[in-house]
Each structure stands twice: as structure tokens, then as C-alpha cells.
């Protein structure tokens, strides 16, 4: 086989193999961004504690959740949803049950956060920027005292409730 039939072979199959390639060199950028580039989640860890609530001169209660960022990375538009578990029997939710009001503590600044969803029994709050080894405590006025979950809607990011005597709010 000659020269130039070497160079016209390697260049046809070289023009038909040209959007196989481009899908792998692309299929592959996109896994390095997505799982170890810059915009990965692994290493992004949230904890809470939810610390015991407060009976309120009004008749009300406050529950304080301490929440920070235990991981390894900055954490970007984190989605949490307080969720109060208000069933008077199983499957029968508590309608007098009523989340009044909220404050966020943080120390420092964590930036905006926007109350995205409300409904009687859970809050899904939107916060902008938690840099890591930063910390907020969120604090929900109830009428009644129920048991709380939180849920993360950040499917990569690993949401862990701790129990502790010295978390990053109180000490």
C-alpha cells in the first residue's frame, strides 16, 4: 500500500469516527467538572443539631436548629426544608399546628437566604453561600412542640444530624 493510500485511509476513518470522539473527549470534561472539577459536591457535608426548644412568654415555643458546614468545600444554593412532624395519630396531621415566625443567626454573614415554600408544617429555606467551617442557627416559633426533620434537596450533599454538647452555635 502506498503513502498516499495510508494518509486517505487514516483520513476517512479519521472523518467518520470524528463525532465518536467528540462525544467521548465531552462525556469525559463533563465527568471530571461534575465529580472531582470545581462544581463537585463529594466533600460537602452539612450537620445539624437540633437543640432542645424554648418555651416563649407568649405561650409559644422556639426551636433553635444549629446548622453548619462540616465539609470540605464552600456549599453554593443549599436547599433545606424543616419539616415538623405534627401528627396527632398516625397519618393525621395536627391542623392548629402553625409555624409564626423565624430568625436566622449567623456568625459571620451567610449571605441571603429566601423562604421558598411555607406550608403549616415545614419551611424550605434557600441559602445563597455557606463557606466551610461557617454556621447559622435557624430559629422557628411554633405553637405546639413537635419532633423536626431536615432534608436536604441537594441530592450530592451528605446532610448528618449530630448530638453534641459543643456544637459551633454554642461554643
Sequence with gaps: MSRESWIHALKWGFDKSYPIIVAVVVTLLNAYIYSTGPFALSGAEISYEVENYYNMPDGSYMQPICVW???S??????DLSYYFESYIYENVLDKD???????????PQIGDNDVSKVSNNSREISYQLLKKGLYFREQLYINKPYPIKIISKNPDLDLKQVTTTCDPCSC
Excluded: E, M, P, Y
Excluded at 409564626?100 to 443567626?105: F, G, H, S, Y
Design 97 to 107: 399546628f402553625n409555624i409564626t415566625d423565624r430568625l436566622v443567626n449567623a456568625s
Design 73 to 78: 468545600k464552600d456549599i453554593q444554593n443549599l
Design 69 to 71: 458546614n462540616s465539609g
